[in-house]
């Protein structure tokens, strides 16, 4: 069975649709500034990729009664879904996988405050949402309940995961339509975790950069839409790309660092190459994980010489736009790989100054058209999880 | 292609009797604690002392089900909260120390996947790593995928299993929480259970997954067991996890011996394996066929198994 993609919707930081996206991709504009929503000291010191909507901004967007108790992660997740299924007809047996690492934790945090330091249990309810399957639950809810919901928590890997878990239930008959994509938005939990890991850039982050020091932290939810690629047709759903390959592997090295050699990562792509019939050099573009920490850039980049030898292809982190969105990750970054597929566009990788790669091949610069066929796309996290996914132009 | 199940290990409220037949016992709101293995058996010293208890609970259940240097084709988790201790412990001392500077270990371990990975590490296995959190439908979903490889490329082994923990403050939220609902708190287990699965018919097999179905839309049961075409008088023991069944000496309530937990089916799903080898004194005699049913919240599940010996 062959997977098409027929929708795609996304909020982050660089804008609140596909097109707002898009535009801030091609201006090369970063959406990595001071925080204005997130309730932690460290926006005083640090910038992040941060969605310019509040929460109550959303809920009225959404027609969502302000009292409701409902986590900025289904807020964020309800959004992109939205944009995502527009203008496609409703089909049976339609399912929802979202990945995530945050799940209620806003709410949470937010109960924590007011209980630890005033003892005051108002807000006991919002632990009910705590547990990251019931942020997708509530997004299910939303649209009237999906026929199936799934929620997959792999660290900075869980929504690329959510494409690999969508074809296979396609491809078992399982379902005939399902939403895949991820959602995390910023917290004060994972903001002062990726603190205390010291490996935060204060500044902006600077990809595959010599003097990179850290990634920034940003906030997204991306959802994408899976069919067959015969239903679709049959049905005059618009092909936007197709998934043609993908691999899920563990780096088995460290609970939270790389190997030298980035072993998962290497076996990740090398696998979803073969897994879509593809030789490195059919590789046109590559939306890297490079999240500008030491330990990442470096691994990946190992890992992209064993693959593709001094004939890296254009790649660049995307990241540097949006900061790093954790869960949802590899869903923002599949939508930038269908819009470079759909545009024939590369899109830049931004600050970085003297890359470490240099000798062999330096990031994407600056915007620039080029033939894209195939794209590949990385998202590897901690427990060593790492999975790479290939996107390519529909055959007309 | 099926998915049979080649043994199980677990860790939970009730003692395991080794090479004999296990008696449960019912828990009660008195002290009913986890009964935890001497992890040192199966597990190094040194990665010992930096695992919190579910990334234990589970690599202990992991390597009791594989042999030294064996490498499984995947290691599929299901989770309801993860590492909930360690959550508390960093969201805690964040609020306490005012975001000063933090120890990063709790935050570490604090991922929902830190047991899958962990046990990758276990095995210096690369292959397929996967973690579900879908609240109460966690292990289903985690059994599901398992079900799926089998289908799509058949694995001789993988590793299929769930875990959830226990902790004071959970405790004393619940106990909040169900005031202020005025629901009754049942008692809260927690525990991890393990299962290798594979795709081939062997002399090994215990059983046969021969169905498996979730819901989250809040369905009745009669509708829920309906579109599942579910008979509930064609199975020769019914593990029930709190639907509304005539209690005869087929059913066993389960939750009464594993506690209330969002990964309790995969504990229903050990004590199926246990009475098809014949292991298990609650269960009735030479049972065929298992249904396990659960009730938690919007959520609701069926797996059926199948006892391949009789």
Redesign the interface.
Known sequence: MEIAITGMGIVSAIGNNVAENFAALKLQKTGIKKAVHLD???KNSHAFGEVSLSNSKLKEELGISGNQSISRSSLLGIKAIKESIEGLPKIENTGLISGT?N?GMDL??AF??EW??QNN?KN??A??T?????T??KM?QYFG?FDY???????CSSAA?AFI?GS??L??K?LNRVIVGGVDPLT??TA??F????ILDKEWCKPFSENRAGLNLGEAAAFLVLENLADAKAHNHPVKAMLTGYA?????????ASSAQG??AF?AMKQALAHASLHPNNIDYINAHGTGTKNNDASEWAALQRVFGKKTPPFSSTKSFTGHTLGAAGAVEAVYSLLAIQHQVLFPNLNCQNSLTQNVASPISSVASSAIDHVLSNSF?????CTSLVFSKPQI | MPLFFEGSSSISHQSPSANKKLSLLKLSNELNPLIEPQYSQKLKPASLR?MNKPVKMGSYCAASLTEENEQTQG?IVGT???CIND?ER???D???Q??G????TA????????L???I??Q?????????????A??FE?ALE?AQ??C??QPPSSLLVGAVDENTMQLEV?LD??SS??SVNKPFIGEGANFFKVGSKHQPSTIAELTYLDTS??NESESVFLDRNQINTESFDWILNGGFDLNSNSNVLNFKEYCGEY?TATAFACHLALLAFQNLLANAPAAVGSVLILNKFG?YKSVITLENVKI
Do not use: W
């Open positions: 932690s000291r460290l690492t799940g949470s945090e924590f405050k630890q330091q249990l006991i309810e632990l009910l705590h547990d990251c399957g019931d997708t639950l299910s309940n919901i799934n929620t997959i928590s792999t660290a995961n878990l296979n239930l491809k078992t399982r004060f939990f002062n975790g603190n205390s890991l010291m899920n592997t563990n780096d088995a090295y460290h609970q939270t072993d998962g076996l996290g901690f427990g060593g999880n | 930096r290691i309801g909260l993860g959550t960093f969201l805690s964040t609020i306490e005012k975001e500077t933090l120890s990063p935050f570490m371990q604090s991922t929902h996947n830190s899958a990975g962990q990758a590490l095995q210096k296995n690369k292959a397929y790593n996967m973690t579900f959190v879908q609240g439908i966690s979903k995928d799926m490889q289908e799509l939220l909040h929480l202020k609902l989250s839309k969002y919007f």
